[in-house]
């Protein structure tokens, strides 16, 4: 007996040889003769082999979508291992403990396995304020509503107890929208960075923030806080970003919040992410990176958009690595200080690795 997996679930089959000589097939619990049975199987045994289709090097699949139902096969250079290992389990053992969220389960990120294995520059990505978002963008895959439990007053110091506890050297903290708070959370991100600080002032730590509704004196607060990165993500170009994220969020407040950020602290490192795949135009694109870089940003990551169910938008394209090399030509002839691009990059894609190589990067050019 074999058991063969067609995609949407299993299917056994098996091959008998019945009294009368001849072989069946059973299917399901039907039993289907053939005479050319053993021709089929030596056909099958003379055919590909299954990394003949998982590492073929020059894909040539259909990389974009004619109609508004296609759904894409996905290529090659997206196909991820299943997340293992000793300090992978470990992080995933605290988290569950000490009753805390990762946008890296949440918005199911295909890195994490290899961002929580501690290999390099190891680096976690820590949601607070809840797992229940405010707002419901059509390309996030993190549980939204209305009215979301109220903060935990404990979070900021049982998150950073955590982190200190993991041993990483970069942290990324994030949080859902929570336009249900006055501040928007504000106070509760700076006390989770403050809290962290306290406890090991090495631990470099990006902020990924909502936009607050536009409350820029939430973001003087985050920026007050002792952070390294400030981050906020503009996500698309400006004529999708209605279609793509929530209505509450728009491309010209995004623009702001990251533009505040810089002019209350010169020196703080910016950063922002776009997802490429949602269907737009190569110059709208470009427009993009100019906005984002005429506000100062420092640090762009552009990365393939991938949807996460069936109930949220359709990849219209996948974008090539060459394509992702070649834009990320474009952020630096820009002025970009960092730019990480490639079809698996995410806002915090082994950020710390990132933002160390920038730095090292800088005090060479110093030199």
Known sequence: MA????????????????TSGFSGFIHNGTIRCSSTINESLKKLANGPDLHEFIEKANYDGKLKATTSSERLRVP????????????????KKSLRRLNLHTVC?????????????GEGTATATIMILGDECTRGCRFCSVKTSKNPPPPDPMEPARTAEAIVEWGVDYIVI??????????????HIAETVSEIKLRKSSIMVECLVPDFRGD?????????????VFAHNVETVETLTP?????????????TVLEHSKSIATNLITKTSIMLG????????????????????????????QQPTRRHLKVKEYITPERFAYW?????????????????????????EYYLKMMIRDKQQIQ
């Open 3 to 18: 058991l063969y997996f067609n995609g949407f679930g299993l299917v056994t089959s098996s091959i008998r040889r019945t």
């Open 76 to 91: 090659p250079w997206l196909k991820m291992k299943l997340p293992s290992g000793d300090n992978y389990n470990r992080l």
């Open 105 to 117: 389960e949440e918005a199911k990120c295909p890195n994490i396995g290899e961002c929580w294995s």
């Open 174 to 187: 994030t949080s859902v929208d929570r336009d249900d708070l006055k501040d928007g959370g504000s106070k």
């Open 216 to 228: 820029l004196s939430a973001v003087e607060t985050i920026v007050s806080s002792g952070l390294d």
């Open 243 to 255: 279609w793509v994220r929530d209505p509450r969020a728009k491309y010209r407040q995004s623009l």
């Open 278 to 305: 949602l269907g737009e135009k190569d110059c709208e694109l470009h427009q993009t990176l100019l906005d984002i870089r005429n506000v100062g940003v420092d640090c762009l990551t552009l990365g393939q958009y």
């Open 328 to 352: 990320q030509g474009i952020a630096y002839e820009l002025g970009f200080r960092y730019c990480a691009s490639g079809p698996l990059v995410r806002s915090s894609y082994k950020a710390g």
